[in-house]
T-cell receptor, first 113, second 116 residues
């Protein structure tokens, strides 16, 4: 059974810092991996989606990498801002058709000004 | 982009009552919809998968007689929490898969259920 782990569970940084969020998964037979942002009491905002054949995806100050063989992904946030404060969730989709996403518990980020 | 709505966004009910949550795909046909539950400071946990016109598949530990799921059309799925108890208080999120565009899933904004 696929399990997704995110480290650290919480992170506090001053504005301007570059930071890395980690995600690991136990079954490397994934179809894709996705990073989401969730603000308190809100739904999910998709940030980046990496297909299993890809190594990384970039969007603005965000860069996500994927090492499928080792079961790891990282989300790199450059020049963090207070508006980046949120919970970041990593989710994987298995190769089986019609399956749902399996989520990690998330990393709660707080960026202070 | 694809939009998924949920209604209501927030509901407070008394213990013992039933609550229905709707999930709609607004601009695409959702052949599959997923229902997730999220407790405070926890991640999203899949509750069930529903395919249009067929019975939902429930994850282990989720009571199918308590959480009734209906996916009667390609744009609407409903989750009914029957005889709700305070421990059912949670954030319920649906996602819908567009059958014509591969495996992409689109998430609704969630429904906050509070059972008194």
């Amino acid at each position: 059974k696929q399990e997704v782990t995110q480290i650290p569970a919480a992170l506090s940084v001053p504005e301007g810092e570059n930071l890395v969020l980690n995600c690991s998964f136990t079954d490397s037979a994934i179809y894709n991996l996705q990073w989401f942002r969730q603000d308190p009491g809100k739904g999910l905002t998709s940030l980046l989606l990496i297909q299993s054949s890809q190594r990384e995806q970039t969007s603005g100050r965000l860069n996500a990498s994927l090492d499928k063989s080792s079961g790891r992904s990282t989300l790199y946030i450059a020049a963090s801002q207070p508006g980046d404060s949120a919970t970041y969730l990593c989710a994987v989709k298995s190769n089986q058709a019609g399956t749902a996403l399996i989520f990690g518990k998330g990393t709660t980020l707080s960026v202070s000004s | 982009g694809a939009v998924v709505s949920q209604h209501p966004s927030r509901v407070i009910c008394k213990s013992g009552t039933s609550v229905k949550i709707e999930c709609r795909s607004l601009d695409f046909q959702a052949t599959t919809m997923f229902w997730y539950r999220q407790f405070p400071k926890q991640s999203l946990m899949l509750m069930a998968t529903s395919n249009e016109g067929s019975k939902a598949t429930y994850e282990q530990g989720v009571e199918k007689d308590k959480f009734l799921i209906n996916h009667a059309s390609l744009t609407l799925s409903t989750l009914t929490v029957t005889s709700a108890h305070p421990e059912d208080s949670s954030f319920y999120i649906c996602s819908a898969r567009d059958g014509t565009s591969g495996t992409a899933q689109y998430f609704g904004p969630g429904t906050r259920l509070t059972v008194l």
